[in-house]
């Protein structure tokens, strides 16, 4: 024991100092004189070998004090904020007492393991010396110390513990691939971390607040590039949000020892981009699977139960509507709710992640509506666009496409007022960013317009192309022919569909449709192929002419 030794040393010292001289003749003292020398290296060695064992036991145990740790600095955050949602009388003595409650478990390096027992839930209060038996540090220290050698094993102990810092700091290969990967990773680190800071404050001067901050820098700089690098792996969403949460308690924990920590909240903007990312790369599957499964067709609701069913998913009013009777349809497709819900669900998964960053609601709000612009203006943009010019996507779906383009598009005043409801903010607020999916909608429709031009000449070129006619003929039939007729009863059926289109759109699209068949037919008439063409032939020519009019 500490006591043991520490008799030894004092007895050696006064044999040295006051006995052994006064009997130095006999043979016996110069003997003892001669082996005290040795004796005290024994002494320095079985401490020394204490104190490597006792390296050893922090190198192994280090995970598990920064687990306990760590689930401390978690349950003082949940009771500050539980303290924060006190009335205004109580607000200023709670937090007083809150603040005292961490200061004080952090000097004491109180570590709390709740375990069951009994079906009861008790708490045990746990310390760093109860983790760890640090009594060898301590006895080791006062020998070297008592010996004169301080410096040496001040020097000693804190090359060691740079070493195994550079351990802690190195993780698995694999440890991008699961949550506990990082988990232990992070454990480790902080179990390492509060050793340094228990020594600090227990013994005077083998480890100092300067050499922990070196210490702590030197990691700092090693655990961002190893995140930004593991990180960069993650294409799971749940699993880059699982990281965060880690990071943020890490984070908060070393910052209740003191350690400066704002290079980890910088490094959390970083990981926010690529969160986002892995955010629309899942929101543009699930986009895809929405659309493939629509048949694109008006709602049918059959009664007052079903019609409130579908407006409490998506935000939709007509008076019109309202005065008809059951059964009735919606003018928008099933997917139309689907889509809304799903940019609903990806703004609170967007929100998941900037939770806990210590920014204010303002920035948070900007965050949010930022990354849902690029969910808007990229990721359903870019699905809408694949969808309006796959080939089974007919006419009917077209314009079924270009109203839901109408219905989301009105729809995204509501997501404004979403987001700011969940983020407290007004909409007023000067530096709100605004929702671009009114440009999303406006471009998606165009790209469908477009794409029923070009579909409606298509069909009227493949009419054109049986169309045949008998140009030696010496009278007509007397009636038009029979590939107009049908070409004229597609366009009628067609039309009839035009009208849910805004009325320029259906206008534009039955000019276009007129103009290119007309010019069609001109192509027909003036084909450089076509040497002669009877009087009858120019009958009938006309009389299908006359039936498009």
Known sequence: SLCRYYSALKTMEQLENLYLPRVSQYRFCQIMIENLPKLR????????????????????????????????????????????????????????????????????????RTFEEDDEHEEEILTAQDLVDFSPVYRCLHIYSVLGDG??????????????????????????????????????????????????????????????????????????????????YCSDPDLVLELKNLIVVFADTLQGYGFPVNRLFDLLFEIRDQYNETLLKKWSGLFRDIFEADNYSP?????????????????????????????????????????????????????????????????????????????????????????????????????????????????????????????????????????????TFKDARHAAEGEIYTKLNQKIDEFIQIADYDWTMSESDGRASGYLMDLINFLRSTFQVFTHLPGKVAQTACMSACQHLSTSLMQMLLDSELKQISMGAIQQFNLDVIQCE
């Open 41 to 112: 290296e024994e002494i320095k060695e079985i401490s020394m070998s204490d104190l490597k064992d006792f390296l050893e036991s922090i190198r192994k145990h280090s995970d598990r004090i920064g687990e306990t740790a760590m689930k401390q600095a978690q349950q003082q955050k949940t009771f500050s904020t539980a303290l924060q949602k006190q009335n205004s009388v109580n607000y200023g003595r709670n937090m007083h007492l809150g603040r005292s409650r961490i200061l004080e478990s952090k000097n004491e390096i109180t570590l709390k």
């Open 151 to 232: 410096e040496i094993f001040e020097n000693y102990y804190r090359k060691q513990r740079r070493k195994q810092a550079r351990l802690v700091l190195q993780p698995q290969s694999s440890m991008h691939e699961t949550v506990e990967g990082y988990r232990r990773y992070f454990s480790q680190i902080v179990g390492f971390f509060v050793v340094e800071d228990h020594i600090l404050h227990v013994t005077q001067g083998l480890v100092t607040r300067t050499y922990t901050d070196e210490l702590w820098n030197m990691a700092l700089s090693k655990i961002i590039a190893v995140l930004r690098t593991h990180s960069s």
């Open 299 to 439: 709602i049918p609701v059959a009664n007052e139960e079903e019609y409130k069913i579908v407006i409490s998913k998506f935000p939709f009013q007509d008076p019109e509507l309202d005065k008809q009777s059951f059964p009735k349809k919606l003018p928008m497709s099933q997917s139309v709710p689907q889509i809304y819900i799903q940019v609903k669900e990806f703004i609170y998964a967007s929100l998941k992640f900037s939770e806990s960053l210590h920014r204010s609601s303002t920035e948070i709000d900007d965050m949010l509506r930022k990354s849902t612009n690029l969910l808007l203006t990229r990721t359903l943009s870019s699905c809408l666009q694949n969808l309006i010019k796959k080939p089974h996507i007919g006419l009917t779906e077209l314009v079924q496409i270009i109203i839901n383009t109408t219905h989301l598009e009105q729809a995204c005043k509501y997501l404004e007022d979403f987001i700011s409801n969940i983020t407290n903010i007004s909409q007023v607020t000067v530096h709100t960013a605004r929702l671009y999916g009114l440009s």
